[in-house]
């Protein structure tokens, strides 16, 4: 595939997670406006998440048996892209609680009609090219990041002045995602096209015969509406359209769509237990992650830093992540090559040693204010520098213990433990190595950086969930791990603020002050979760137990070939 193309399928993650960041960052503080219950704001900026829990799943499962003029999963994004337009134009102008709570509900279900753009992106990458693809879509997700929190939300607290109406820095946020969210559109209706796969609207013995259905309703009816066009794929369960024709009952027809598709959607997403691990790998990595919502809000009111010093912070990251760390490993993942030991001790060491010596003596400026820029560039070269090798270096030596397999496992099982710690040595540089509980801005620099560091084997361990899939089960699969993984990120989410409120009750006595940062301690405790089912998972493939249908470009029902590491489940 040409590598424009694969930067023009990218271009929707880069939209994507830029009204993602701008809904996830500054919601929050929108909310903070009316309320300052974190119990409501958690449940508020979860609520996409608990739709998404019915919604995402079912709209990926429809579509992997579907096909309309505009494809199969475009349709569902061009729905999506509206509401968010709508939404994000909407919400900075709304004066009162309730209806903005109201606009992001209806937002939520819209935007979660989006979820096929997973499947599509992984339709159009060729599995020999998702590393690179994974690298380039890394790649938009930095340059989303860049320009939301390093030009943007520096520019929260401004005002903007023009002849005949003012915008505040929240609202000009909202309105950049809109006028992406436009350009999403634009790119979605005119620039990409699907082709029609072969398999659709194929079906089983013992089903009913889409044409059937809907004339059988048509009969009774003596109408069509709009909703009989839902009834696009075969479905199940025939003794309810016997019933139905036989008692000529109405109201039994009204239920023959909705009890069918349940039932189909049930037996083929969670019917068979080989893709049960294809879940468990998916979810595992969720429990780790929660909590996110209110780092910004610990860094603004707990630590008092300023939004243009938070926006500073991640300048150097952005630079080093987008010039070297993301380049590096978009070559590195597709490859795999051997680095000489002696080369990543040497460069880990050495940069170890001299992030410790420029962190000493830079670490002398106030607590709330950052050293110059360049020192800022070396300080994040250093600790990326050391931090990348330290962990290519962990990633080769373990894969010299079952050679025969996909490599992408290890890499997978180090993110997971190196996330682990990472969150234990955050929390416990803010508690017990910060006085009053604040550490220095400086330090949360260094901490960024180390994290920018271990997160480059993400690029690496990301392909290996794609690798897992079947060409013609994409859509159904991603509808299980996307019910799965929304339950959870919605559950946990809601809990996070629930859990900042009551611990700090706990601990303080009062709930005037919140102590945010409680949340990583909450990361940690569902974080040995996340490393149980890593080590039950690495276990069963490293056995030899799971297929990788997409690596070996086969169907579900494809044979297996019985090779080295590999065997049929």
Not at 76 to 101: D, E, K, Q
Not at 217 to 237: C, D, K, N, Q, T
Not at 240 to 266: D, G, K, N, S
Request: net charge positive; aromatic share 14%; glycine share 8%.
């Amino acid at each position: 595939m040409p590598f424009l193309w694969i930067v023009l399928m990218n271009l929707t993650w880069f939209i994507g997670i830029y009204t993602m960041f701008v809904v996830g960052t500054v919601m929050p503080f929108t909310l903070r406006r009316f309320t300052d219950d974190t119990r409501l704001i958690g449940l508020v900026c979860s609520v996409g998440l608990w739709f998404g829990i019915i919604l995402g799943p079912l709209v990926n499962y429809v579509s992997d048996r579907i096909w309309t003029r505009f494809g199969r999963r475009r349709p569902f994004m061009l729905v999506a892209v509206c509401g968010s337009l709508l939404a994000t134009i909407s919400i900075p102008f709304i004066p009162t609680l309730a209806p903005l709570i109201l606009v992001v509900v209806i937002s939520s279900i819209l935007g979660d009609v989006g979820s096929t753009q997973e499947p599509l992106w992984l339709e159009v990458i060729p599995p020999g090219q998702r590393g690179q693809g994974f690298a380039v879509r890394a790649w938009a997700v930095n340059m989303s990041s860049v320009l939301f929190f390093q030009l943007m939300f520096a520019q929260m607290d401004h005002r903007y002045h023009f002849r005949k109406f003012t915008l505040t820095g929240e609202q000009t946020c909202y309105l950049s995602a809109a006028l992406l969210q436009l350009g999403y559109f634009i790119l979605l209706a005119f620039m990409i096209r699907e082709t029609r796969p072969a398999g659709v609207h194929l079906r089983e013995p013992g089903e009913i015969e889409s044409a059937h259905l809907i004339r059988v309703i048509h009969g009774a009816f003596a109408e069509r509406r709009w909703w009989h066009y839902l009834l696009l794929s075969p479905l199940p369960v025939p003794w309810l359209l016997r019933i139905a024709e036989r008692t000529q009952q109405r109201w039994v027809l009204l239920l023959l769509f909705p009890v069918a598709f349940l039932v189909r959607f049930v037996r083929d997403v969670f019917g068979e237990k080989r893709w049960w691990w294809v879940y468990l790998f998916y979810i595992s990595g969720s429990f780790i992650t929660a909590g996110g919502n209110f780092a910004n809000l610990m860094l603004v009111e707990q630590f008092h830093y300023s939004k243009p010093n938070i926006a500073l912070t991640g300048w150097p990251v952005m630079i080093l992540s987008n010039l070297l760390i993301t380049p590096f490993m978009g070559w590195f993942a597709d490859r795999l090559p051997r680095i000489r030991p002696l080369v990543l001790g040497t460069v880990s060491l050495g940069g170890g040693a001299g992030l410790w010596y420029c962190y000493r003596r830079w670490s002398v400026v106030p607590k709330l204010e950052l050293p110059p820029f360049w020192a800022m560039m070396i300080l994040a070269t250093l600790a990326a520098v050391a931090t990348g090798a330290f962990v290519i270096w962990c990633f080769q030596s373990v894969r010299r213990l079952a050679p025969n397999v996909n490599p992408r496992i290890w890499a997978w099982v180090l993110c997971n433990f190196k996330a682990m710690l990472l969150v234990s040595l955050t929390y416990t540089a803010i508690k017990v190595f910060s006085s009053d509980g604040v550490p220095s801005i400086t330090l949360w620099f260094v901490l960024m950086c180390l994290n920018t560091g271990i997160s480059c084997l993400y690029i690496v361990a990301g392909p290996l969930y794609y690798d897992l899939l079947p060409k013609d089960k994409i859509g159904t699969l991603s509808s299980g791990c996307g019910l799965l993984s929304t339950t959870l990120n919605a559950f946990v989410s809601t809990l996070v603020g629930t859990w900042i409120f009551y611990f700090t009750k706990w601990t303080t006595g009062s709930t005037v002050t919140k102590d945010y940062s409680s949340y990583m301690l909450m990361q940690m405790t569902l974080g040995l979760l996340t490393l149980g089912l890593t080590a039950v998972f690495a276990y069963r493939f490293l056995k030899g137990r799971m297929v990788e249908y997409g690596r070996l470009g086969l169907n579900s029902t494809d044979p297996v070939p019985t090779t080295a590491g590999q065997s049929p489940v």
